[in-house]
């Protein structure tokens, strides 16, 4: 396993819109249920945008379970969400975690054609 990046390097990937570079070295074990809880109740609220696509690339990478409180709260938040990363993100998230709703299944779709999160949204294009 690689080891976890740093707060600073994740920060500055996400500052330089370094998305494969962020995709390669965050791993799922990297995030942890503080990372998760951090993710949907304060980085999610952030007036920063590149804050809110960090919160919601932990929520995408993470495999950990999320509960049905913390759902609706992803699930709100994509109705909110202003920028276009952290919504195909948050769909990501709910999607392999079995999400069907149809707000999620629309935006997983776009997820899917996008270019810079294409990639990660399609391993979970066939789950069931």
């Known amino acids: 396993m690689l080891p976890r990046p740093s707060n600073e390097a994740i920060t500055l990937a ?51 379970h999320l509960n049905v409180v913390d759902r609706g709260a992803v699930a709100a938040w994509i109705k909110e969400e202003l920028r276009d990363e952290a919504r195909l993100l948050l769909s990501v998230a709910l999607y392999k975690r079995g999400d069907r709703h149809p707000l999620v299944v629309q935006v997983f779709t776009e997820a899917c054609e996008d270019a810079a999160v294409g990639e990660l949204a399609r391993k979970f294009k066939t789950a069931a």
Do not use: C, F, K
């Open 14 to 64: 996400v500052q330089n819109s370094r998305w494969a570079w962020l995709a390669a070295n965050l791993q799922p074990e990297h995030i942890t249920a503080h990372d998760l809880y951090w993710a949907i109740y304060e980085g999610g609220y952030s007036s920063d945008p590149r804050i809110r696509i960090v919160a919601a690339n932990y929520l995408a990478t993470s495999n950990l």
